[in-house]
T-cell receptor
Framework: AQTVTQSQPEMSVQEAETVTLSCTYDTSENNYYLFWYKQPPSRQMILVIRQEAYKQQNATENRFSVNFQKAAKSFSLKISDSQLGDTAMYFCAFSYSGTYKYIFGTGTRLKVLA | NAGVTQTPKFRILKIGQSMTLQCTQDMNHNYMYWYRQDPGMGLKLIYYSVGAGITDKGEVPNGYNVSRSTTEDFPLRLELAAPSQTSVYFC????????????FGPGTRLTVT
């Protein structure tokens, strides 16, 4: 069975600093997708970044980047130049090709301090 | 472009009452989902649908029912509400032929007292 583990329930970071959120997953599939979603206090789930497993190059979106280690089944999110607006719950998620199924981690609550 | 819309945004139910949470998407996505999110927790799949007329149970389906008569709409029915159903409910959709990204509605906060 596929699982997604986020081992950091809460984290904090000073404004303008860099923070890394951890995510590990377990699967026997070879073709799959990994996502980081952000949930601010408004509750809206917002896609931050996605990674296709067949791509070796790590995805980046402006201040957000991932460290995708396929062999280690690790998918961490790095936020550079943290901003107060980055304060949110962050969820790691996994889906494999050809299925309806998405597996979400339990989330990491990130607080950016002024 | 409305994306995924949900109504209502908030609702308080008494124990034993019933209600329907509405979900509509305008992206012509075949796959639609209902999740619940309990306080401080992740998302748990209640039901999903891979197209009009096709639905199936997820991880926590007890106490809920769904139907999918059109591509756009995927309502979730709560029968005989119980305090354990107090949660935030999210509807989502995806196009499995595309990026596999899930598009979420704004959520419905439901309290059962």
């Amino acid at each position: 069975a596929q699982t997604v583990t986020q081992s950091q329930p809460e984290m904090s970071v000073q404004e303008a600093e860099t923070v890394t959120l951890s995510c590990t997953y377990d699967t026997s599939e070879n073709n799959y997708y990994l996502f980081w979603y952000k949930q601010p206090p408004s509750r809206q789930m917002i896609l931050v970044i996605r990674q296709e497993a067949y791509k070796q190059q790590n995805a980046t979106e402006n201040r957000f980047s991932v460290n995708f280690q396929k062999a280690a089944k690790s998918f961490s999110l790095k936020i550079s130049d943290s901003q107060l607006g980055d304060t949110a719950m962050y969820f790691c998620a996994f889906s494999y090709s050809g299925t309806y199924k998405y597996i979400f981690g339990t989330g990491t609550r990130l607080k950016v301090l002024a | 472009n409305a994306g995924v819309t949900q109504t209502p945004k908030f609702r308080i139910l008494k124990i034993g009452q019933s209600m329907t949470l509405q979900c509509t998407q305008d992206m012509n996505h075949n796959y639609m989902y209902w999740y619940r999110q309990d306080p401080g927790m992740g998302l748990k799949l209640i039901y999903y649908s891979v197209g009009a007329g096709i639905t199936d149970k997820g991880e926590v389906p007890n106490g809920y029912n769904v139907s999918r008569s059109t591509t756009e709409d995927f309502p979730l029915r709560l029968e005989l509400a119980a305090p354990s159903q107090t949660s935030v409910y999210f509807c989502a959709s995806t196009d499995p032929q595309g990026t596999y990204e899930q598009y979420f509605g704004p959520g419905t906060r439901l309290t059962v007292t």
